[in-house]
């Protein structure tokens, strides 16, 4: 069970919430397009809390850990990230000025839903200290309206994840469909970080551009994307890791062929098939960021994770399921 910290100076009537990282199992960016996709909530969450504020507007403490140089890249975003979930929220800080404060176990980075987990605590926060009494539907719709500020045309995937957490089936759709799948027991994997803060929006803006100019060749992969998550979701709810990992891996190869992979990202993927992982990908929006490796049991998750810091990356070591 995901124990969420908040800071112990934290007010009695401050809003808290949370929001779940979370890790793309399997079609990333083909998920943008309306193919089936699988995501997993990781055990790390962004916190967020709200409070009164003696100032005008709104202000953030964003006190995250984070890859160098992320906050700063993702700063302007962020503002416009915010002012979008304030007016979903239809809260007017003219009025009401707040501050709002983040922190919590999940590392600021890319590949690994940072934005959305953020976007989740926000809305949680806000719907807490203004009484708002918001469902989790409302919450992932907030969310959703905050990743517009870093992502521009999100799936939805990365809120869905960081709103319910959980294995979640998901294809983006009017209404999309989310569907909690059950695991026989929880999956160790690696997340290795390329440190390298990439861009979403121009990640998933060069799929589209490519997929307009190569109509045929693209048709052809998000065929073999929209067939290959079918077997991942039978092989995932049958347990079957060895399926799972071969799966993964050509999931990999169809995010090289759309060209959102990068050479960090195909070391990483390398070393984790090298060192006995059962299947290996990158994971989110790609040119950088995060990757995941499959390590069912600890010894094996050891034994990739330490490959992988050997050569000076940092590695996660979480779980699914
Ligand atoms: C980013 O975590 C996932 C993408 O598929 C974008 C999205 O679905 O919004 C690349």
């Keep these: 069970m995901l124990l969420i910290k908040f800071d112990t100076n934290v007010g009695p009537t401050m809003g808290k919430g949370s929001g779940f990282g979370k890790v793309i199992l399997f079609n990333e960016h083909f998920t943008v397009y309306g193919i089936p996709s699988i995501v997993s909530a990781i055990d790390r969450a962004t916190t967020a809390t709200v409070e009164p504020f003696e100032g005008t507007g709104w202000t953030i403490d964003d006190r995250r850990e984070a890859t160098p140089g992320y906050k700063e890249e993702k700063f302007e975003q962020q503002k416009d990230s915010m002012e979008r979930i304030l007016k979903a929220a239809g809260i007017d800080t003219t009025r009401d000025p707040i501050k709002i404060t983040l922190g919590g176990s999940l590392v600021a980075a890319s590949g690994i839903g940072a934005s959305a987990a953020s976007c989740t605590a926000i809305a949680r926060a806000l719907s807490d200290e203004f009484n708002l009494g918001l469902s989790d539907d409302r919450i992932n719709e907030f969310a959703y309206e905050g990743e517009k500020g870093y992502h521009g045309t999100p799936s939805g995937i990365d809120n869905t994840a960081a709103t319910y957490g959980g294995l979640i089936w998901f294809v983006r759709g009017a209404p999309n469909v989310i ?4 695991l026989e027991r929880p999956i160790e994997i690696v997340m290795g970080n390329t440190g390298l803060v990439a861009d979403t929006k121009a990640a ?3 799929v589209r ?11 052809k992969l998000f065929k073999e994307a ?31 062929a759309i060209e959102v992979s990068c050479k960090e990202l195909d070391f990483l993927v390398a070393l984790a098939r090298e060192q006995g992982a059962f299947g290996a990908k990158m994971t989110g929006g790609g040119l950088g960021g995060n990757m995941v490796a499959l390590t069912p049991g600890k010894d094996l998750q050891e034994k990739v994770a330490q490959a992988m810091e050997r050569e000076g990356f940092e590695a996660l070591r979480t779980g699914i399921g």
């Design 209 to 219: 551009e490519r997929r307009e100019k190569y109509l045929e060749k693209y048709d």
């Design 179 to 182: 569907e909690q799948m059950k």
């Design 226 to 256: 929209e067939g290959l998550a079918h077997k991942a979701r039978k092989a995932l709810e049958g347990y079957d890791m060895n399926a799972v990992g071969k799966l993964m891996d050509e999931n990999h190869r169809l995010l090289q």
């Design 204 to 206: 998933v803006a060069g």
